[in-house]
């Protein structure tokens, strides 16, 4: 069954469902913040809590039914039992749009170990409780049923369908086949949906509510989709009994994905989740899908040359969506480890403000990746100092000591060459042009082509920066950089470090 065309209804769990779960429940103050921001979400549906649960519970739906939007159904949960359901029909009884949802388990097991009932007993309460609610609701509203834990229906789902016959004609519109507890496949529970929605009228309304116990209620929730289920009972940041219900971002995006009109505003999925994390005390896992700290991040070097090649893209190459489609301001970032290499390099320290190139990346990535394999992931800071120590100054053979100036507008240049010590003199077109020529007259042969310089922010203050060209051995071109307060010492500074790189490159 292609079921594309019908727009899916978002039904919020995260007020009874989710607050159930949590150690320290909200109370009424705290799920009007919650509700106001489901409201700017755009979900169609609230189930606003257990009204005969307890007094506070009660007065919850009633504030939040009062508050209600008239676009947005309020919902309220009851057992099979007429005290149940005439407490929820009371506490919603301000919404425009009412609904009360009772439900009852139909597994052989629950029936027998839990309810300690027979199936034919089971099938009476509902569609007796189903009959009393649609009376007590009225005109006003409309009444859900759902099978708890329908995903352990298997063996006698013609019953529970036989039974969601007569629940239809007692007045229930809305069917809702939970996976109370999830066990198997998510194909088999799918299949059991597509069975109950070929079986029903098709103005009935399937909905499915899936527990994580697997870690698979996404995939569930979203395939059941595909074969009739409409309504989709989700949960804020996936909270939930055990494992937790279905995260409601998490479908939304991969519908989107899938080329699926969904009626959410999906910009509001990051901050949302932030607040909800902050308000439930529930920590969002690092690598949690789309919302975690470490959903953008990539440390793999194949990764993230992809992920850089692609980052302006509206696809990129290792992720699924660019993220702002859901609010997140920050962008996908690159850890450095053992696993990384000269992409991560160039990304962090052009991040960091500093200039450099992909030769310079990879001629240090493998020091960088040395260091990780001793400490595990570096840090920017790591990663800059091995930039200053390594491209700002490049160990080697050669070793600048001193330049002096003369008034005949000769220069003397001291350096190293391993252990021996040269002092040269001559004369040239500037110190630059003056101290090339000294180094050849020394015996050391090197083919300078050109140079710029700029002013480059190292923390307080300002230093110049000289970026020298040379000629590689291997006819390539080499960069070489120097950092001075003093520009002309920057200058020295980068020829020397070229001076290295090339007797590195030689050896």
Not at 353 to 379: D, F
């Amino acid at each position: 069954m292609n079921n594309t065309k019908k727009q899916p209804f978002f039904y919020d769990i995260t007020l009874r469902d989710g607050n159930q779960s949590l150690k320290k429940p909200w109370n009424t103050y705290e799920k009007e913040l919650i509700f106001n921001h489901l409201t700017e979400l755009g979900v169609q549906g609230v189930e606003v809590g257990f009204a005969a649960a307890s007094d506070m519970d009660f007065e919850a739906c009633e504030r939040l039914a009062k508050i209600s939007p008239d676009n947005i159904v309020i919902s309220a949960l009851a057992r099979c039992t007429q005290n149940d359901i005439i407490k929820a029909a009371e506490s919603i009884k301000s919404a425009k749009k009412q609904r009360i949802h009772t439900f009852i388990a139909m597994s052989p097991f629950n029936m027998e170990y839990v309810l300690n009932k027979s199936p034919n007993d089971v099938r009476k309460q509902a569609i007796e409780a189903v009959k009393f609610a649609k009376e007590t609701i009225g005109k006003n509203g409309e009444v859900q049923f759902s099978v708890e834990h329908f995903g352990d229906c298997m063996e006698n789902l013609d019953f529970v369908i036989e039974s969601l016959k007569d629940i239809v004609k007692a007045g229930a519109t809305i069917i809702n086949l939970p996976n109370t507890v999830e066990r198997t496949r998510p194909s088999i529970f799918v299949s059991m949906v597509e069975k109950v929605y070929n079986a029903l009228p098709k103005d009935i309304i399937i909905s499915v509510h899936n527990h994580n116990d697997l870690g698979m209620a996404t995939a569930t929730t979203v395939e059941s989709y595909f074969k009739g289920a409409v309504q989709l009972e989700c949960a804020l940041n996936g909270l939930g009994e055990r494992a937790g219900n279905t995260n409601m971002y998490e479908v939304a995006v991969a519908l989107h994905n899938a080329g699926i009109d969904v009626p959410l505003n999906l910009s509001k999925i990051y901050e949302l989740a932030l607040i909800i994390s902050d308000m439930s005390n529930v920590k969002i896992y690092e690598k949690a899908p789309l919302i975690g700290p470490e959903a953008l991040a990539h440390r793999s070097g194949i990764h993230q040359d992809g992920a850089i090649k692609t980052k302006d893209m509206e696809k990129g190459a290792y992720r699924p969506i660019h993220p702002s489609l859901i609010g997140r301001k920050d962008d996908e970032k690159f850890g450095f480890t053992s696993q990384s290499g000269k992409t991560a390099i160039y990304e962090i320290i052009s991040e960091a403000g500093y200039p450099i190139t992909l030769g310079e990346a990879q001629r240090i990535a493998p020091i960088a990746k040395e260091a990780a394999e001793k400490i595990g992931e570096l840090s920017t800071r790591n990663i800059v100092d091995i930039y200053y120590n390594n491209v700002l100054t490049v160990k080697g053979a050669f070793k600048f000591v001193d330049f002096i100036k003369s008034d005949n507008s000769s220069i003397k240049l001291k350096f190293k060459y391993n252990d021996n010590d040269y002092e040269i003199e001559t004369t040239g077109n500037g110190p630059i042009d003056s101290c090339i020529k000294a180094i050849k007259k020394a015996g050391f042969e090197c083919e300078f082509l050109n140079y710029e310089q700029k002013a480059l922010n190292m923390g307080s203050d300002a230093v110049g920066m000289t970026i020298m060209y040379f000629k590689a051995p291997d006819g390539s071109t080499i960069i070489s950089r120097g950092c001075d307060e003093n520009t002309f010492i920057a200058n020295i500074k980068a020829i020397f470090n070229g001076l290295n790189i090339i007797e590195n490159m030689r050896k």
